[in-house]
């Protein structure tokens, strides 16, 4: 169902009472709403937009089509015919706002950013950013979600390195063969090197992510659970979702550091 967004005068106190993360929010809301069938004010569109832009450091971090398509009426053309269904949009918009959402949200918590994250916002591959930014949102108030995410997480890098290095892969594959098939390609699995250090670590790679797929199907929220179910705490959630951004930051430095299918140097 479309958002429909209530107009609001978007003077200068008018953004001012809300902070930069709301700002954020704000925009991502409206212009999913509008690309959805939904109403978006074109007056609010244009002073979120400068406010955020505005921001040095914030900038860097929007999505490119705010730096070029000033009007609402351009933004429409350029997601219409980028993608035609609905659900290809949101999904599109919430991978496309994951690192500046992130950046705001580490900011306010008065934390660093992980070279996880940083890492992973180098991969710019749909559906990477959505999984991480689920599997760290979730992880005080939805343990059970953010392992389950954490998972998707090792998943979707994979499946992406995968196509990209045009490795098939079945629809039943599941994570400790897609992270085998992935180790592989990329000159990781412990099978490829000699120095008994490196195949232990490798070997153990392969481990910790064998362990977080069977972590997620007796802990996290993508099966039934039975009369004595298995009920993760936060600190179960950060543990998955930490090793599983290690795990997937990994991946993505090796595949961008052999210049994405290029021979390791």
């Not at 940083?118 to 760290?136: D, I, R, S, Y």
Request: with cysteine; aromatic share 8%; proline share 6%.
């Amino acid at each position: 169902m479309a958002q429909h967004l209530p107009p609001f005068a978007a003077e200068p106190e008018d953004l001012a009472a809300l902070s930069e993360l709301e700002q954020l929010e704000r925009l991502k809301n409206g212009l999913m709403a509008r690309a959805t069938g939904g109403f978006f004010d074109e007056g609010e569109y244009r002073a979120l937009r400068r406010s955020l832009r505005n921001n040095a450091s914030l900038s860097a971090k929007l999505p490119d089509f705010l730096r070029t398509c000033s009007h609402l009426s351009q933004y429409w053309s350029f997601i219409q015919k980028l993608f035609p269904s609905y659900q290809e949009r949101r999904d599109y918009l919430w991978d496309a706002f994951a690192p500046a959402i992130d950046y705001l949200e580490t900011k306010d918590s008065g934390l660093v950013v992980t070279p996880d994250s940083e890492m992973l916002a180098q991969f710019n591959a749909q559906g990477v950013h959505a999984a991480w930014h689920k599997a760290l949102n979730r992880r005080n108030d939805d343990p059970e979600g953010a392992i389950t995410a954490a998972r998707t997480l090792i998943e979707t890098v994979c499946k992406h390195i995968l196509d990209d290095a045009g490795i098939p892969y079945g629809p039943t594959d599941d994570l400790p063969n897609l992270w085998h098939r992935t180790a592989t390609v990329l000159n990781l699995a412990p099978s490829q090197h000699q120095d008994e250090l490196f195949k232990a670590i490798l070997g153990n790679c392969q481990t910790i992510v064998d362990r977080l797929a069977a972590i997620r199907n007796i802990a996290g929220d993508a099966h039934g659970q039975g009369r004595r179910p298995v009920k993760p705490t936060p600190r179960h959630a950060e543990l998955a979702v930490n090793l599983a951004g290690s795990m997937a930051a990994f991946l993505v430095a090796t595949w961008l550091e052999q210049g994405e299918g290029g021979a390791l140097t």
